[in-house]
């Protein structure tokens, strides 16, 4: 099923930016059974734009089933899932950006209280405005010095980590 998610996706995406033209990517990861989470990453122009794309979504032939579908700015890979997740837990208000909303699911979805329908929800993983509700200073992106990258990088096997 892996490859016919990856090959869905990818069918998708260009029918998707036909009537969204703000859309820039979209993954449906495997650890969402495909069906049950679409990402999708946008170039937002207004406010509330990223529920717009939540709704198109919803909107759009077999993704209407989708039970979850999380938005992130343009210059996020929505395919990178760590990157994902740490928009979605470092961006999100969940009073301010989430959404719940009833409507048609897979059949495959076994969750819901009833077949084929039930609740999804949306999540806003995009930074948020001041027009949307965020009075505060949204900080700037951080970002590694290349110089003490490449440092690192050449040192990196001296360091004898677990991981890398």
């Known amino acids: 099923d892996y490859w016919l998610g990856h090959a869905t996706e990818r069918i998708f995406l260009p029918l998707l930016r036909m009537v969204q033209p703000e859309v820039v990517d979209c993954h ?3 650890e969402g059974v495909f069906h049950n989470c679409v990402i999708v990453s946008m170039r937002k122009r207004y406010p ?29 890979d929505p395919h990178d899932l760590s990157e994902v997740a740490f928009r979605a837990l470092s961006n999100v208000d969940p009073r301010r ?27 806003d993983a995009t930074r948020t405005w001041p027009d949307e509700g965020h009075t505060r200073v949204w900080p700037d992106e951080l970002a590694m010095d290349p110089a003490v990258k490449a440092r690192v990088d050449s040192r990196w096997a001296e360091f004898a980590l677990p991981f890398g």
């Open 28 to 30: 449906m990861p495997a």
């Open 48 to 76: 509330g734009h990223a529920a717009k794309v939540m709704f198109a979504v919803w909107s759009t032939m077999q993704l209407s089933t989708a039970k979850v579908v999380v938005v992130v700015d343009a210059d996020i």
């Open 97 to 123: 950006d989430t959404m719940i909303v009833d409507g048609p699911l897979d059949v495959l979805d076994h969750s819901s209280p009833t077949a084929r329908f039930g609740a999804k929800m949306g999540i």
